[in-house]
Structures are given as structure tokens and as C-alpha cells.
């Protein structure tokens, strides 16, 4: 949980700021991408990545949770059934905020917050289902793991043998293919006289 702000809230007092919050995140989920200021967009990114979190698990209690904040039902179905499956294979992170010029008026600066929408890139993906492998080797007994590392160092000492039994074979029919059409012609002769 981020810790509280010190010092002045955004809009004045605490309830004012919650709810300024709450429509942010209503907005963001809503378009997937807004422009405020910087100080709101970074305010802003605990609370929706944790109501993102809330939707990836998806249960009635979280619903009810995301309620609490974003009051708008159509908002919280869209996060449900669309942002959170999008998110399911990302582990945070699931906002970006890209700072862009001052604002004309007032010279504040802005910033883009937006969902992100790419995937988690497939390297990524298979690098976590290695680790996974891997710890689930380890907390397997080690007396099994000498048996199997055995076993491969007898297979890989075998798959040489054949491959070069198999490449003597594959030089054999060559040798007699080329034998072939030299007894084809001293045929042909032999039926000519």
C-alpha cells in the first residue's frame, strides 16, 4: 500500500482528493488513456494498479472492492472482463505515465497515464516458466535427479553411435547407386551386338 501524502491533498481536503482519484480512474479505465497533470497521473497509479489487481482476481468480494472507488458499473464490467485477462500475465506495472509539455494556461506540467496494452514479451514469459521449472525440480529429492542425469549422459553417449551407423548407411546406397548405371550401359552394349 503507498504511503499516506504529507502535506497538502489535491482539491483541498481528503474527501475532495478521493474522489478526484476515483473519477481519474474512472476515466482511465474508461478510455484507457488520459491527460493530466503530473502530480495527479502520479497519484493516480497506486490506486488504479491496485484496483487492476483487485480485477485480476475476479471474485464478487474484489468487485465489491473496485465499487467502492469506481462507482460506475459499465467501467468496473469493462475492467473485469476486458483490462484484467489483458493484464493477466503481467505482474504490475500495468500503467505508464509519459511526461509531455506544460500546459499553455497555467505553464503546469503534464503527463499521459495510460494502460498498458502490449503483452509481456514471449522471452519474458519463457523465462518465468524456466524459473518455475527449476524451482519445481528443486524441492524434488536429489537422489532421483542423479538417477535422471545418469540416464541422459547414456542416451547422449548412444545418439552419437547412431548417427554415425546411420551415416554410413546413408554413404552405402550411394555407392551403389553409382555401380548401377555402369552395369545398365555394359547391358545395353551386350544386347546391341
Not at 481519474?24 to 497506486?46: D, G, M, N, V
Not at 535427479?145 to 551407423?165: C, D, I, M, S
Amino acid at each position: 500500500m503507498p504511503t499516506p501524502t504529507k502535506g497538502s491533498r489535491l482539491g483541498g481536503g481528503p474527501a475532495h482528493e478521493r474522489r478526484m482519484l476515483a473519477n481519474l480512474a474512472t476515466a482511465l479505465f474508461e478510455h484507457r488513456r488520459i491527460t493530466t497533470t503530473e502530480t495527479r497521473a502520479k497519484r493516480l497509479r497506486p490506486l488504479a494498479e491496485r484496483l487492476i489487481t483487485f480485477a485480476k482476481r475476479g471474485d464478487l468480494h474484489a468487485r465489491r472492492r473496485v465499487l467502492t472507488v469506481v462507482r460506475d458499473k459499465s467501467v468496473v464490467h469493462e475492467l473485469f472482463t476486458e483490462i484484467a485477462p489483458m493484464m493477466a500475465e503481467r505482474n504490475g506495472g500495468y500503467t505508464r505515465i509519459t511526461k509531455i509539455g506544460p500546459r499553455k494556461g497555467d505553464n503546469a506540467p503534464m503527463a499521459v497515464i495510460e494502460l498498458v496494452q502490449e503483452p509481456v514479451s514471449p522471452k519474458q514469459a519463457t523465462v518465468r516458466e524456466a524459473e518455475k521449472a527449476t524451482k519445481k525440480a528443486a524441492t524434488r529429492k536429489a537422489p532421483p535427479k542423479a538417477a535422471e542425469a545418469k540416464e541422459t549422459e547414456a542416451t547422449e553417449a548412444e545418439a552419437p553411435a547412431e548417427e554415425t551407423a546411420e551415416a554410413t548407411e546413408a554413404e552405402a546406397p550411394a555407392e551403389e547407386t553409382a555401380e548401377a548405371p555402369a552395369e545398365a550401359e555394359g547391358e545395353g552394349e551386350a544386347e546391341q551386338a
